[in-house]
């Protein structure tokens, strides 16, 4: 079944409907659909629909809900993700933000560290398009979430707040870590944080803040990962861990 997501204010008690120019191209000249046929829907805060095309124009389509599939809120999940991400260079940020969303990742935090050689300002320009990859990576999965993503922050600024996830994980290269299950193992809470240093890790001054400040030193095996790659190994890992 084919999946788009559609924000809440066009979604009523038994009706959708679905305006995104880009999408009703996709449906009507792409998938060449038809009235009858059926479609998921989410709307990114916990609800899904299966929903069947009523009618076809040039700007909209219309859609039936046949039946709920989830509804929920995001308070109600089991635990709750959160990704403070150095941010490399390049386009691999997009990478990394768009597999967090299929993952279910429930906030994104683009960070800036000792040894980020991005600036914040370019950065943030680039905010709305990197919500369109979220957009297009939940219409992809059919994520009934999706992640908000926050402005680029100081490491400082971030540990100056972390006192509001109850588990920090910070794989590094510096410190001998623990195994990252046996961390997760002995965990009862609900927010945790994972924290992904640049290329060439953090600098040693940011491991000992972060270390002082509660965070728990994990160890990803042998091999030197970079950034995405990090990134996407401990957000597997936990999806699939806390699923």
């Known amino acids: 079944m084919n999946r788009f997501y559609v924000e809440k204010e066009h979604i009523d008690k038994d009706k959708i409907k679905i305006t995104g120019r880009d999408d009703v191209h996709h449906i009507a000249r792409v998938l060449r659909l038809r009235p009858g046929e ?28 046949k039946d709920v599939k989830k509804r929920r809120r995001r308070a109600d999940r089991n635990v709750m993700i959160s990704l403070a991400c150095a941010i490399p260079k390049n386009a691999r940020f997009e990478d990394i933000i768009g597999k967090a969303t299929q993952l279910g990742v429930d906030e994104i935090i683009p960070l800036l560290t000792d040894r980020t050689l991005v600036e914040k300002g370019a950065f943030d320009k680039k905010a709305e398009r990197f919500r369109r990859v979220i957009i297009s990576s939940a219409k ?15 490491f400082e600024d971030l540990i100056n707040g972390i006192g509001q996830y109850e588990l920090r994980l910070l794989p590094n290269l510096a410190r001998k870590g623990r195994i990252l299950k046996d961390v997760v193992s002995s965990f009862k809470g ?11 890790d953090f600098s040693k001054r940011e491991i000992e803040v972060a270390l002082n400040s509660g965070c728990v030193s994990v160890d990803l095996g042998e091999s030197v990962l970079r950034v995405d790659t990090a990134a996407l190994s401990v957000m597997s890992f936990l999806s699939l861990y806390f699923k």
């Open 140 to 154: 992809q999965s059919g994520a009934l979430f999706l992640p908000e993503l926050k402005e680029a922050t100081v």
């Open 38 to 65: 059926e479609l998921f829907i989410s709307d990114g805060d916990g609800g899904g629909y299966i929903t069947e095309i009523e009618k076809i124009d040039k700007n909209c389509v219309d859609l039936k809900i």
């Open 190 to 200: 609900k927010k945790i944080l994972v924290l992904i240093g640049p290329e060439g």
